[in-house]
Structure formats: structure tokens, C-alpha cells
């Protein structure tokens, strides 16, 4: 098999917001360290990886991204499934894209598990021209039983820490086996995959 | 917010059924400028699965919707428990950590416990399987979709024989291990098996050249198989009648064979959640090589125009916006009737029914995902694809099975598939926590579809037209549609190192 590296745990974490909230740009920042200035709508972008260390142990992080479905709210479900975290990104210096807040929950709702590791992230905080106050950010996460988090993508503001927050959080519950399942007994945690058996299998060329 | 919809692309697919998005996949992916659209609020067409409420109001919409009714009819629900739980059963909630295997007591479910775990269920429009080694695991593999979507290994085959159900033994440790059969004739089973996958091309011309007139069964018969291991290779491996052709079924068979042993103990995988992830994972690979998604957009008219050299102009009102493109791929339930060619077509509509039960038809030690194949049970029936699925496979919550059943119709749904439904489950109602022998059914669901899986071309050069779900088993027949040769073909995708090239045929 040809993706037995070296790591213990690896978590599927979805982005999801409004379009050009940035959440490309979360991503690109924390795994390549980039912030592309003017970028348009994702091309070619699957999900990226990033392994990061958490009390000595290597947890691999593999971050989706909506591939520019939300423009027109038509992301699949199937996007949702199998989720570990799910991050809800929102732009502090854009009322409408807080205001869609709960059209996301709702749909999260409806078919993410719901066991899936919220997060509210209130991006561009390095905008001057900000219409959302803190509080109402963190009150709002607080009522939907969210963590809460403000970042800026482009000054690397809080990017490392949302991501490392997540790792150690999901690595957590997967030690107290809290963690969603989504393969009975063989869960993709140590992102094993059988190719003959009963259990579930990926398909591998 | 619809308004920022560009308006000018090289490919407009309309309708996200499995056609129609392997084509959106492929097009985008040699980087053609896409824009695909769906007039319902949902991926999947007649191909999605539905959680409980998602399936109620599609119920209501079809009822209530003559136009609907052309694709879907005499559709019936039916429950089969109370409304409400009685208030005792409430000590269950003891029990709520999350591996409680120890469940004693079987749970009794009512009206109100389903609408309270709807999302739980995702019940399939058009549930399929697909062979391990068929031309849709190749094509998921080779493209890299494969890891959007999970699968569970179908456990076991089953048929119906003898007025009771049976395992059939698919593979050489299961011929070995099955008590059903006798030395002499698991040997002989073997040898015939081993035959059929070995032959090469010429030795299939020898071995089969006076055969093209007869029935497979004649071929069977002539082999000298017993009456037993006729039934196993006739109905159960390759899903045929008395009638089935004798090459057919050879084809069958060898498609079974040639499957086994790549991912689990029989030929078959089942996508995670049902089979309505699969067009969604299409429509990912589509989008995320830049094809545009706009669900809940309904087009209102198509107009064509050839500007010079055979180049293609289409035009579609939709919502207010005029949209243009030089291929128009559609599925044939969104198009308009006068693009279709006249030419009549075969079909054969298809019966389909959904039962939710509380138990496995045929008990087992872990949770089985189960393939049953009825021989028919009456003169001038089909043969019914019966397929068990349970929670393991995201399909329903603990305690229950989510069961299909497919037939080509003969009457309608109900009259063609309740009888085989009645030999399997306990269709009275009554008492849940009863000990019986078959298992409950809980809830039921009959329909008919009109049969639009023949391929159908399009008056209008540069518009492709997509076929809807046929009864058959796997996804073979969509996939082929898309990734074949002429003249069946839509168009045609090769991949290669460098990617994909796809044409697109004009439809004549």
C-alpha cells in the first residue's frame, strides 16, 4: 500500500462560508505559508495536507475546500461526510457573510455527523473597515456551541494556532474515542485501509 | 445572488444525475469551461438518495405534480407501525452510550422515532452496486474520485430456492465450505466456473458456436450441472431467467467471476450513504477544475443556431438570464420534448420498492449487506433484485434495514414485487418485539419509473442528450454511455499520462 507514511492520526477538516470570506487563503497560509494577494475562485484545489506534531505524535491534517460550490450554495453532501472538524468561516468586515451563518448551520446540520468539531472563524482582521464586533462573533459560537476564533490570513494572524487547536482537539477525542466514526471498526484514524475483508475499503489503483 | 451567474461557457450540463456528471467531470477536467445546473435544490436527479424528510417531500412534490408523474407514478407509502411510541419505552435512554452492544430488548420504533432520526436515513432513487472490477471502479480510480467517496464490501449473495433463502457460494472457499451442495457437485460447480473465466476468445468461439439460438439454461443442462447448481449460476451469478440467452449469460458470468476477490468475498461494492454520493463525487472532480454549480435553477427555453463551419451556438433562458454555450449536455428528463428525436426507442418500465424492516432477512454475526437475486415466481414475471443494507453503510439508524427491491415491470409496483416482499418479511404489523422468524416491516414505499436508459439522440446539433437510471444492477450502462465507443457513445473521454481528451460526438 502506498500511503503508509510515517504519521499516527489523520483528520479530514471542511472549510465552509460565503464566498471570498478567505478561506482558500486559511488554507494556503497555514500549509504553504502563501497569502496570494487578489486570488479568484479555487481551481484545481482539492483539499491540502500539512502534518503537524501534537505531544510528540504526528497528526495529519488533510484540509477541504468548497472548490468554489458555494458561490451559488450547491456544495455536495457528500462534502460533509466523514468530516472530523468543520471550520465556518465568516469576513469580520462583511455583514452579509455573518449573516449566512445560519443557512450553514442548517445545512451542517443536515448532513454533517454531529459529532463533528465545530469552529467559527472570523476572518480578515486586519481589515480597518470591520462591521462585526467581536462579541457578536464569539456570542453567536457560543449559542451554536462553537469554538470561537478571529484570524487574519494575510498577516498569518492566528492561522497556526486554529489549525494546531483542531490537531490537538481531535487528537484528544480520539484518544477518549470520542471521536465521530465513520467505519465501525475501522476507522480512518490511522489512515490504514484494507483492501480485502468485510469492512469498508478504499479504492486504490 | 443568482445574478453574478457568468453567462458564456464552452459546456452547459443541465441535470445532475450520474450521466450527466461523469460528462460534467470529464469536460471540465480537460479543462473545458463549465457550467452545470439543476433545477431541484438537490444533486442527483432521479439517481439521489433522500435522508427521511428529504424523501417525504419528494413523496409530496410527485403527488402533487402531474408533470412529475411522467417520470415517477403510482407511487404508494405505507407504514405498518403506530404514530406515536407508548410511553414506556422510554427507559431506552439507558442505554445511549455510543457501543452499547447491549441492546436486549429490540426497540420499538414508531412514525415519530423516524421523523426524529431522519437524518440518519439515506434512502436511493436508484440504489445499484458496482462490480469490483467494472468499468465504474476503474474510471473512479483512474480519475482520482474514488477518494471522495467510501464503500462497503456486499457480505453475501443470496438466493431463493426451495421455498427459502440461500447463500450461494461466489467464491472457491465458499464452494468448498457450503453444505448445500455435495462433493460431486461442488467439483463440477468449480470446474464450470473455472472454465468460463479461463476461456480466451478463441476457445469462447469453440466452445460457444452452436450456441447463439439457446438459453444459457440449455447450455447449463447440456453441461450436465444439477438442478441446484443450474439455480445458483442461472438466477444468483448471472441474474437471468429460463429464457436468458445462452452468450448472455456467459457474459454475466464471467463479469461476476472476474470480480471476485479484489476488495472482499463477493463481486460487489456499495458506496457509502447510498448511491446518490456517486454523481456528487462527479460533480466535486468538475468543480474542482473550475466548473461553475448553480442547483435550483430550472431552464425555461433552449434555442439553437449554427454560426459557420458547423459551430455551434445554444441558447438558454433561465431565470430572467440568457445563457450561451456551444455544447449542451442534458439529461432526458430536462429536455425539451422538441429537441428529441421522434425515433421510438425499447423500454420497459422499471417497478421499484423500498422496505424498512427491523431485522436482516437471513440472520448473521455481523451486520451483512446483503444481494438477493428472486428467480421469478410466476409465469411471465422478471427476475427481482432484492438489496439488504444497514446502518454500517450510513443507510439507516441502528436496529433497522433499509431494503430495494427491482424489477422490470409487468403490471405495476406493488402487484409485481409485494408477493416477494410477503416471502421475506413480516408484512402484518403488530407487535415488534415479537420474536418471528422473518422481519418486520416497518414502512414501505412502491413506484414505478418510466424506463428512459435507451439512448436518445437529439434533433438539435451540439445538444447531448443523457439517459435516466435503467433497472440493471451496476452503473455499467451510465458509465458505458459516456465511455465507449460509437455508436452508443455520447462522447467519447480517453485518459492518458497527460490527462483526458474528451470529444463530444454530435448526437445523429
Redesign the interface.
Known amino acids: 500500500m502506498p500511503d503508509m507514511e510515517d504519521y499516527k492520526f489523520l483528520f479530514k477538516v471542511v472549510l465552509v462560508g460565503n464566498a471570498g470570506v478567505g478561506k482558500t487563503c486559511l488554507v494556503r497560509r497555514f500549509t504553504q505559508g502563501l497569502f496570494p494577494p487578489g486570488q479568484g ?1 479555487t ?4 483539499f491540502m495536507i500539512k502534518t503537524v506534531e501534537v505531544d510528540g505524535e504526528k497528526v495529519k491534517l488533510q484540509i477541504w475546500d468548497t ?3 458555494e ?4 456544495i ?4 460533509y ?2 468530516a472530523h472538524a468543520l471550520i465556518l468561516v465568516y469576513d469580520i468586515s462583511c455583514q452579509p457573510t455573518f449573516d449566512c451563518l445560519p443557512d450553514w448551520l442548517r445545512e451542517i ?2 448532513y454533517a455527523n ?1 459529532k463533528v468539531l465545530r469552529i467559527l472563524v472570523g476572518n480578515k482582521t486586519d481589515r480597518e473597515d470591520r462591521e462585526i464586533p467581536r462579541h457578536i462573533g464569539e456570542d453567536f459560537a457560543q449559542r451554536h456551541g462553537m469554538y470561537f476564533l478571529e484570524t487574519s490570513a494575510k498577516e498569518a494572524e492566528n492561522v497556526e494556532r486554529l489549525f494546531m487547536e483542531i490537531a490537538v482537539e481531535l487528537m484528544e477525542q480520539a484518544k477518549c474515542k470520542e471521536l465521530p ?4 471498526s475501522l476507522g480512518p484514524i490511522n489512515g490504514k485501509t484494507t ?11 | ?2 445574478d ?2 457568468p453567462t458564456d461557457f464552452q459546456v452547459i450540463v443541465v441535470g445532475t444525475g450520474m450521466v450527466e456528471s461523469i460528462v460534467a467531470a470529464a469536460c471540465s477536467r480537460i479543462r473545458k469551461n463549465v457550467l452545470h445546473m439543476d433545477s431541484s435544490d ?2 442527483g436527479g432521479l439517481w439521489a438518495s433522500y ?1 427521511f424528510d428529504g424523501l417525504q417531500k419528494f413523496i409530496k412534490e410527485v403527488n402533487s405534480d402531474p408533470k412529475k408523474q411522467v417520470q415517477v407514478y403510482n407511487l404508494s407509502e405505507k407504514w405498518y407501525i403506530e404514530k406515536e411510541s407508548p410511553e414506556l419505552e422510554n427507559k431506552d435512554e439507558e442505554n445511549k452510550t ?1 457501543d452499547s452492544k447491549s441492546e436486549q430488548v429490540k426497540k420499538v420504533w414508531s412514525q415519530a422515532s423516524f421523523a426524529t432520526e431522519y ?1 440518519k436515513f439515506n434512502i436511493d432513487m436508484t440504489p445499484k452496486l458496482l462490480f469490483s472490477r467494472g468499468p465504474l ?1 476503474e474510471l ?3 480519475s482520482n474520485i ?8 456486499v ?1 453475501r449473495v443470496l438466493t431463493w430456492l426451495d421455498d427459502r433463502l440461500m447463500p450461494v457460494p461466489c467464491s472457491r472457499a465458499d464452494v468448498f465450505a457450503t453444505e448445500a451442495v455435495s462433493i460431486v457437485e461442488k467439483r463440477m460447480l468449480m470446474k464450470m466456473l473455472t472454465s468460463i473465466v479461463g476461456y480466451n476468445e478463441e476457445e469462447m468461439n469453440n466452445e460457444f458456436k452452436d450456441w447463439e439460438s439457446k438459453t444459457f439454461k440449455e447450455y447449463l443442462e447440456h453441461k450436465g450441472l444439477t438442478p441446484n447448481l443450474i439455480h445458483y449460476v442461472l438466477y444468483a451469478i448471472a441474474g437471468g431467467t429460463n429464457a436468458m440467452p445462452c452468450l448472455e449469460g456467459v457474459k454475466e458470468c464471467k463479469k461476476f467471476l472476474m470480480s471476485l ?5 463477493t463481486p460487489f ?1 456499495w458506496p ?2 447510498g448511491s446518490g ?1 456517486l454523481p ?2 462527479f ?2 472532480l468538475c ?4 466548473g ?6 430550472p431552464i425555461d427555453k433552449v434555442a439553437t443556431k449554427t454560426i459557420d463551419e458547423g459551430k455551434n451556438m445554444i441558447t438558454i433562458d433561465s431565470k430572467s438570464k440568457t445563457l450561451n454555450c456551444e455544447h449542451l449536455v442534458i439529461g432526458i428528463n430536462e429536455c425539451p420534448k422538441e429537441l428529441l428525436s421522434t425515433e421510438s426507442v425499447e423500454s420497459c418500465d422499471i417497478s421499484k420498492a423500498v422496505f424498512i424492516t427491523n431485522g436482516s432477512i437471513m440472520k448473521s454475526d ?2 451483512p449487506l446483503t444481494l438477493l437475486r428472486f428467480p421469478p415466481l410466476a409465469e411471465g414475471d422478471n427476475t427481482v433484485t432484492v438489496l439488504e443494507v444497514g446502518p ?1 453503510t ?1 443507510s439507516c439508524p441502528k436496529g433497522l434495514f433499509v431494503v430495494y427491491f427491482i424489477t422490470n415491470k409487468v403490471k405495476d409496483a406493488e402487484t409485481d414485487l409485494k408477493p416477494y416482499a410477503e416471502r421475506i418479511f413480516d408484512m402484518s404489523g403488530g407487535d415488534q418485539t415479537e420474536a418471528t422468524e422473518k422481519p418486520k416491516c416497518l414502512w414501505s414505499l412502491f413506484c414505478n419509473l418510466k424506463d428512459t436508459s435507451a439512448p436518445v439522440a437529439s434533433v438539435a446539433a451540439g445538444v447531448h442528450v443523457c439517459s435516466g437510471p435503467d433497472a440493471g444492477l451496476d452503473f455499467d450502462r451510465a458509465v458505458l454511455q459516456v465511455h465507449s465507443t460509437p455508436p452508443q457513445r455520447l462522447l467519447y473521454v480517453q485518459s492518458d499520462s497527460s490527462g483526458y481528451s474528451v470529444t463530444l460526438c454530435s448526437a445523429t
Open positions: 475562485a481551481i484545481g484545489v482539492d472548490a468554489g460550490q458561490r451559488f450554495r450547491s455536495t453532501q457528500s462534502y461526510r466523514s446540520e443536515e454531529n466514526k465513520y467505519d465501525g483492501s480485502v475483508g468485510d469492512g469498508s475499503c478504499c479504492l486504490r489503483s | 445572488m443568482d453574478d451567474l438537490h444533486y435522508n455510543d437524518r471502479v473512479l480510480i483512474s474514488a477518494r471522495y467517496a467510501e464503500f462497503r464490501c457480505t476477490g479484489r476488495y472482499g468475498n461494492l457509502m450513504y454520493e456528487q463525487c460533480c466535486r468543480a474542482v477544475f473550475g461553475v454549480y448553480c442547483l435550483n435553477r455481523k451486520e454500517a450510513g
